[in-house]
């Protein structure tokens, strides 16, 4: 089941740093008279950032997948009603258009950084154009030209997903805040719940607390590449291949 790829060594750390700083903290009677808040903000405002960063690359990522596949579509269509092109030239174009989304698919799933064979696929497009310039209308071929661009626009940046990500800086951050962030708490909620409650429900919400943060930590990293199949709402990336 994919939600028990939530759940890794981050998780547990977290978990086991939250209980020894509840059994340190009522075991050697520690409380702290501090505001939260400050502090929470210091978590929080980093692990928001990110996950609204690797949200929104998401969403751009089916824009550009969409552009794409338009433009392979579109290409695939002024091919078909070129009259003067023969059909074992048509077929010929179709296969080419195929080849060049199944070839995006592969490198998103195998997370390629290299645009160079992405490239070579488009090339082909072009030079497909080009020698069957007979056959194809002026007008078709500046149409043409302009789903190419579409292509092109969407496939770049969908393969400059597999590098650039959410600065690791600010994620390295968010970990190390998480990680902190019960040690802070536990002298805290001891201060103010230590004589109304029993000790348990300290432990109880030293661990839901680091667990609500670590499961969303590792939630942004699932979707800040949102091609492979690891992810609960990553992209199927087999709905956008060309079925023509």
């Known amino acids: 089941m994919k939600i028990l790829n939530l759940f890794n060594l ?17 075991h050697y009677q520690i409380k702290f008279h501090l505001d939260l808040l400050l502090f929470s903000l210091v978590v929080v405002f980093p692990l928001h950032f990110s996950l609204q960063a690797a949200f929104k690359r998401r969403d751009r990522a089916l824009e550009y997948f969409s552009l794409f596949k338009a433009g392979a579509i579109a290409l695939n269509n002024s091919f078909l009603v070129a009259e003067d ?13 195929m080849t060049m989304v199944d070839k995006l ?7 390629v950084v290299n ?31 302009r789903y190419l661009r579409d292509v092109t626009e969407g496939s770049t940046y969908l393969i400059s997903l597999v590098r650039h990500r959410t600065m690791l800086g600010l994620q390295f951050y968010a970990v190390v805040f998480i990680l902190i962030f019960p ?3 536990a002298p805290i909620i001891y ?7 029993d000790s348990w429900v300290i432990y109880l919400l030293l661990a839901i607390g680091s667990l609500i943060l670590v499961t969303l930590s590792t939630f942004q990293r699932m979707i800040e590449y949102p091609f492979d199949p690891k992810g609960m709402d990553n992209i199927q990336l087999r709905d956008f291949a060309l079925d023509i």
């Open 105 to 111: 698919i592969y490198q998103l799933e195998n997370r």
């Open 191 to 197: 201060n103010r719940l230590g004589d109304l409650v």
């Open 115 to 145: 645009y160079a064979s992405m490239q070579i696929a488009v090339d082909k497009v072009l030079e497909f154009i080009k020698n069957n310039r007979e056959g194809l209308s002026n007008r078709n071929v500046l149409r043409m030209i």
């Open 183 to 185: 040690i802070v708490q």
């Open 85 to 97: 092109l023969p059909s074992e030239k048509k077929t010929e174009a179709r296969n080419i258009l």
């Open 10 to 26: 981050q998780t547990f750390l977290a978990l086991i740093i939250s209980q020894l700083a509840a059994f340190v903290t009522i």
